[in-house]
């Protein structure tokens, strides 16, 4: 089973009603497809990048998103993610 992961999701500049879907402690600023799906290899969560498409709540932007192997809770996987990305850009 797959999860999909829009930046969205776990993105510290946008708010719960613009699709946040994590506690802003544990989100990251503006996160990059990028950035998302090197954090879920590294969680072996097999990611597989869509460029072309767009979030539903900003369906004029392409943000693009990706798709993870669902082995946890998706609230956990979108929190482990954002942590992993905001320890690769402290070091």
């Known amino acids: 089973m797959k999860a999909i992961i829009w930046p969205a999701y776990i ?6 009603n613009e699709g946040r879907k994590i506690p802003l402690v544990d989100a990251v600023e503006s996160p990059k497809l990028r950035e998302i799906s090197k954090a879920a290899d590294k969680l072996s969560l ?3 990048v869509e460029k072309n498409k767009s979030y539903s709540k ?3 932007e392409i943000s693009g998103r990706v798709s993870v192997d669902k082995n946890m809770p ?3 996987i979108m929190i482990k993610i954002s942590k992993m990305i905001s320890g690769t ?3």
């Open 58 to 60: 900003s369906w004029w």
């Open 46 to 48: 097999n990611p597989e």
């Open 89 to 91: 850009r402290k070091n």
């Open 74 to 76: 998706k609230r956990e």
């Open 11 to 16: 993105d510290s500049k946008k708010t719960k």
